[in-house]
């Protein structure tokens, strides 16, 4: 009785969901591929439809420096997708990093338009496309396929990878004019040479005259090859530098920092930065801090154990993550194991897990050794007067242990917050900020610091990340003087 009431109850939704219409990307008939470019590092792709494009149809451009078999050895160069085009306008030629062209038929080709986010959009009715994609290798065949979703981001069939190899020469820029350059460091290091010679005229005893003669090499150091980049930096953030004119920039007053608060991905990568910076010092702190206290007491081979432990951070960095990324990939070692099919550094959440999982694996032996040392130096006799009072263990270690390493912890604590807010090795070797999936904005894993260097050295727009670095220097700035003021951490280590 009881499922018969349940089958007469799911029979409208059973029939309701079959006699949905099935939604279904629209495939990908043919694919071409061409070197031949106008401009450098430049590849060409056209690729045509099995059918017109309709309304919601998608299609991301998958591209590999070796041939692939499925997204997972790929990475998306861009996306077009398919929509009403009323209220969107259509760049010019060599706007965009991804100049595309779209057909109706009949050969005639249009521009695409771009919707507020910068996204390439074509008209339904769309049956072939043509690309004209930036960012390729020099010299070296690059391995690029279509892969069409459909409205619902339901991903269809992968279509034929095509390979092509960009022939265009690279023609330079004049040389700029670096006179203003040496003039300003010629002026710093005659100031400070006039400056410590009358300070050390005015010093009477030969003490202080000799302590100039010794801090003269430092500070001349630090004025050139620290002082002088921030401030030009400073300066360079005001202006429209760029790749193509540097030397020639002009001033822009606020424009830089007006497009860094508004840009649409800011809060996301600060967001997401933030998460990764806590995240990481919490764990690096909380599992140095426990596998130091476990290593404390009479363990037999704890040297060989600490050993062992420092390896992941006595490594280069670079080949660790390079092994992680490995295990991570597709058809790497953790699908392996567990039988599964994840796409690991291809979707935003489980990529964004594991760069921090790698950070992790780098940064808690650094914590673990520096807070072993700081054990060693805690007196026993403390400890023994805690035994015979009777204070357990989780009491000795609250109110002894924790108050007397708090000297070591907090500054230590600090020093890995500005570590990891700027790591940019880890994010850049193993997913380089992605997936993205947003146009011109920063990827899934993306932070600041390797934004910046998209927009630097990618975009080369070198004014506006000049002001990206700066709004990264003035957060860490308030951070530090935050946390300073809230835990005497200056105080602690004198």
Known sequence: MRRGIFLIAVMPLIVALLAMPVVQATAVSKVEASGESSSYRNVNL???????????DGFHIMFSESSFSHTGNATIHSTVFTASTDGMVQPAVGEWYDDCQSSSGDDDWAMVFRSENGSAVVPPGTVAIRCDLTGMPVGAEVFLAILPFDSHWISGELSEVVGAT?????????????????????????????LLAVLGW???????????????????????????????????????????????????????????????????VLGFTLLWTV???????????????????RV???????????????????????????????????????????DILGLPVPAA?????????????????????ALQTLPGDIYEAAEVDGVSPISQFRHLTLPMLKPAI?????????????????????????????????????????YVYDVAFRRG??????????VIFLILLWFSATYMKKTNATEAVV
């Open 279 to 297: 995240v990481n010092v919490f764990a690096h702190v909380g599992i140095g801090l426990a596998l130091a206290m476990a290593l404390q007491g």
């Open 353 to 373: 897990a594991a760069v921090i999982v790698v950070n992790i694996w780098l940064g808690f032996p650094f914590m673990m050794m520096t807070i072993s040392g």
């Open 166 to 194: 960009s022939t265009a020469v690279d023609e330079l820029p004049p040389s700029a004019d670096t006179r203003p350059v040496w003039f300003a460091i010629g002026s710093i290091a005659l100031s400070l040479v006039v």
């Open 202 to 268: 005015k010093e009477r005893s030969a003490q202080g005259r000799s302590a100039m003669l010794y801090v003269a090499p430092a500070l001349m150091a630090l004025a050139l090859l620290t002082f002088y980049p921030v401030g030009y930096g400073i300066v360079l953030s005001f202006t429209d530098a760029n790749q193509s004119a540097l030397g020639e920039q002009s001033f822009n007053g606020l424009d830089n920092y007006v497009e860094v608060f508004t840009s649409a991905g800011f809060l996301r």
């Open 461 to 470: 727009m070198y004014g506006l990340a000049a002001a990206w670095s700066v």
């Open 300 to 342: 037999k081979g704890k040297v060989a154990y600490r050993t062992i432990l420092l390896l992941p951070w006595a490594i280069p960095s670079y080949i660790t993550v390079l092994i992680w990324r490995g295990i991570f990939q597709y058809d790497g070692l953790f699908n392996g194991l567990l039988g599964t099919q994840i």
């Open 46 to 56: 056209t690729w045509e439809l099995a059918s017109p494009a309709e309304d919601g």
């Open 410 to 450: 907090v500054p230590v604590a600090l020093l890995g917050f500005i570590w990891t807010f700027n790591m940019f090795n880890v994010i850049y070797l193993m997913t380089d900020g992605g997936p993205n999936l947003w146009f011109g904005e920063p990827g899934s894993t993306d932070i600041l610091i390797t």
